[in-house]
């Protein structure tokens, strides 16, 4: 028996995990109501995964992009299991549960004992007494007025009003520990200014605590009792990359790669994609392009959106891997790694002890580690050449973590826009966006620059994405 005709055309518009996702998921779509769906994914580079890139060398395993992601979407799991990756989920290993801020001249433990963290130096006397009022600071109210001084012990910003994350930390926590504790944590997830993030848009977990408590302790307090865990950290056996290759090559998905889409504009009820190798029809298109690219494909049918977009920057970030014999690194503790607080003289954003997370990323008598720089607290370092930003990694582990040796292997990876910056205003820009595409039928904006910049995030709108372009296909 012939296969029945498709109900349409799915053009989605890069080949990285969330535009997988959203493929993958309206071939599910397709698949439960037992009909037939032209899925065409349209990849610029000569292979999948976006910024999930993994590379093997030198019997290292090697995550230019993101190193892992949050077991916190279920949609996640589900996409995993269908690609037959259950058993090649990866967890921590023990040593990364530690983690260490370098400040004041030296590596200081975040450590989750009370007696541990108040003598590891991160904060001072008046910030640790600040901090351990915390409970006692009242929530936002509706219809506040905004006080001078995120330090008070006031309810702060005025309701409605999109507070930076460093305020809504130094109106809870106090100014020293949003700066300590808060603004380096900040950098290694956006690599980013606290001071010009948005807390509600960039941190919405830690909002809605508040919201619902009326304090991150009780907040946390009430989640140990309901006995609930923290996502957990994750990552692949054979690294991030081994899922988008694992979705590409389901069936009822065709990818095409080294076709660099430079345009969607509408035509008629469909649209047109413009690529490298010509014209391709689509009855739905799923954008899932990064900052600036996703903007110039959004202009063919909203100038408006278009616009909005245009205003997230999207900083540049260089990675810097570094292998060293393990006895060089043999008095490092092992731990995840260590986060640097700004005004240190260290442009390095972090640098992850690569080792010591996940096992089989180096092999034995080998100590690997990831350093990171750019971003938008400095993104004069991410265009510095490649020996330059070997020289500063060496100069600098040798600084922070003592490691005094030269490198068995290097390696440096580029990104030109990086990670997204969520500003404060960011939750009524997504609105807008979303006004201004709502009445657009069949187009979708996937990827991280709206909802969430981690990995889970963005396989989670791309799946959320690629299953609404299916139904209206479909049904």
Not at 2 to 31: D, F, M, N, Q, T
């Amino acid at each position: 028996m012939s296969e029945p005709p498709a109900a349409g055309r799915l053009v989605v518009v890069g080949g990285g995990p969330s535009g997988l996702a959203a493929a993958w998921k309206a071939s599910v779509e397709a698949e439960r109501v037992v009909a037939s769906l032209e899925i065409v994914v349209l990849e610029a580079d000569d292979q999948v995964g976006g910024k999930a890139r993994t590379e093997h060398a030198a019997d290292l395993l090697i995550e230019t992009g993101p190193q892992g992601f949050l077991d916190d979407q279920p949609v996640l799991r589900e996409m995993i299991d269908a690609c037959g990756l259950e058993d090649e989920v990866l967890a921590p290993e023990p040593a990364a549960n530690r983690r260490y801020i370098y400040r004041g001249g030296r590596l200081r433990e975040l450590s989750r004992s009370p007696l541990a963290f108040a003598s590891s130096g991160l904060l001072g006397p008046l910030g640790l007494a600040r901090l351990a009022m915390e409970p006692l600071v009242p929530a936002r109210r509706p219809g506040a007025d905004r006080t001078e001084g995120a330090d008070s012990m006031s309810s702060g910003a005025a309701a409605g009003e999109d507070e930076s994350l460093f305020d809504f930390a130094a109106r809870r926590m106090g100014r020293q520990a949003a700066r300590r504790l808060i603004s380096p944590v900040v950098l290694g997830i956006f690599a980013g200014d606290a001071r010009k993030l948005s807390a509600a848009a960039a941190f919405p977990r830690l909002v809605a605590m508040e919201e619902a408590y009326g304090s991150l302790f009780k907040a946390m307090r009430a989640g140990r009792r309901r006995g609930a865990p923290p996502p957990g950290h994750r990552t692949l056996l054979e690294g991030i990359q081994s899922l988008p290759r694992a979705v590409a090559s389901l069936p009822g998905i065709e990818v095409r790669c080294n076709q660099r889409v430079t345009a969607v504009e509408r035509r008629g009820s469909g649209f047109t994609v413009t690529s490298s190798a010509g014209d391709v029809g689509a009855d739905a298109v799923v954008a899932a392009a990064d900052l600036p690219a996703a903007a110039d494909l959004v202009d063919g049918v909203s100038a408006a959106a278009a616009d909005e977009l245009r205003q997230i920057e999207s900083p540049p970030m260089a990675v810097v891997h570094t292998a060293f014999e393990a006895g060089a690194a043999a008095h490092v503790e092992p731990a995840y790694g260590f986060l640097v607080a700004r005004g240190e003289g260290i442009r390095m954003l972090g640098c992850q002890y690569e080792t010591a997370t996940f096992r089989g990323r180096s092999p034995d008598g080998t100590f690997l580690t990831r350093s990171l720089f750019g971003g938008s607290v400095d993104p004069e370092a991410a265009s510095l050449g490649d020996a330059e930003l070997v020289d500063l990694t060496l100069r600098e582990l040798r600084r922070t973590a003592g490691i005094d040796a030269d490198p068995t292997w290097t390696s440096v990876a580029r990104w030109p826009h990086a990670i997204p910056q969520y500003a404060p205003g960011h939750p009524q820009r997504v609105a807008r966006i979303e006004a201004a595409l709502d009445p657009i039928a069949g187009f979708h904006l996937a990827g991280n620059v709206l909802h969430g910049v981690g990995l889970s995030r963005a396989i989670a709108v791309g799946a959320d994405c690629g299953e609404r372009a299916a139904r209206q296909l479909l049904h």
